[in-house]
């Protein structure tokens, strides 16, 4: 079984969007890629395939996902894979990027596409996703980097600091347990190490 095969679903009102961090590569020398300082910005300005996509679903009850698939602007193809975790038949705020509007139109969602924050009211909005987004962008700062082979394993941690944000140790242990009885997964320690967390990451 795949690590990333558990199904794991929002429903109802979801803020979808995506983010970008920038590429970064760490633990070997390839030739040809001069070496760089953690924490360098990216040398072209704007999107390219210096950025790594993080798509986001935030559901307003709470729960979110954040998951990479590709670099630069996501296509149809990564939009799919990750409507995976979305509901039929959810409503779904999103920023009009078009690859959406398709994906979310076979999976029968009505789609409220917001295309600045001057249309954004106390309903429309994407605020709980941008919220979400500036909680990746700090950790990434924090570490000054993070190895775009591995960023899965990060949007993993941090779709669990939000959900988790603001419980006491003991209520976190209690719904982590109770999330893991749910589930009945082997895997072998190697998949861990070798699995292809990021499989269109830059090498």
Known sequence: MKLWSIPYKLTKEIEVDETYVTHCRKGRKIEGHPGKKRGTPARKRGLSKEKICILTAV???GNCIARSFNVAK???DDVLQFSRCIEDKSYVWTDGL???QKVLEEKRCENKILVSYKSYDSVNHLNNVNSFHSQIQAQYTCYKGISSNYINRYNALFT?????????SQEMLRLIMKRLRKFHVYFYI????KECLFP???V
């Open 98 to 100: 078009a690859s959406y």
């Open 74 to 76: 996501p296509r149809i």
């Open 190 to 193: 190697r998949q861990i190490r």
């Open 160 to 168: 669990l600091q939000r959900e988790y944000l603001g419980m006491d």
């Open 59 to 61: 559901q307003r009850s």
């Open 200 to 202: 269109f990451a830059i």
